[in-house]
């Protein structure tokens, strides 16, 4: 006849051997559990970050059909001065080569050489295909869609 085990004295009390195998496994359990709690926590928190993000920025593909639009108009022979700023969200701006805003919602007229040298410097990236430039300004990161004439004005605007 099988001689009954002896019970194993724990923190918890006195457990048999079922017990103890018992516990081990309920604890495996919960270890897991809590490692799903933390992966699904993980990548609920990620996809808000990413979803806020992409509700932030306006369309990036609106923004250079609307500049790519008045490029082309402008080589076909329209004023640059005749384009409002303010007419598309966000605004675009024009800009002479060496500075001088021609068209912008506060700085029409202005050099933005002297108003804001780091923007003019990146804007300097601008070419004839269109490109997507990215700047700090006043603490914050700006991305900016920059297109030159033939011309060369370069037409731009970003979020």
């Known amino acids: 006849m099988p001689r009954p085990s002896a019970p ?19 604890e495996k359990k919960m270890k897991r559990v809590m490692v799903v709690l933390a992966v699904v926590s993980l990548a609920l928190f990620a996809g808000q970050a990413v ?8 369309d990036k ?49 202005q050099d933005l050489k002297t108003k804001a040298m780091p923007i003019y410097e990146a804007l300097q990236a601008a070419t004839a295909d269109g490109v997507w430039i990215n700047y700090q300004w006043k603490g914050k990161e700006k991305h900016t869609y920059a297109k030159k004439t033939k011309t060369d004005l370069i037409v731009a605007s970003g979020y």
Not at 51 to 58: G, V
Not at 87 to 107: D, N, W
């Open 61 to 109: 593909a609106a923004i250079s059909k609307h500049v790519d639009e008045i490029v082309l108009a402008i080589d076909g022979g329209k004023d640059a001065a005749a384009f409002a700023a303010d007419a598309y969200t966000p605004y675009a701006f024009i800009m002479e080569q060496g500075g001088l805003l021609i068209v912008h919602p506060s700085l029409a007229g």
């Open 51 to 58: 979803a806020t993000d992409a509700a932030d920025a306006p």
């Open 8 to 26: 194993l004295v724990s923190s918890y009390g006195i457990l048999s051997e079922q017990g103890v195998s018992l516990k081990f496994r309920m």
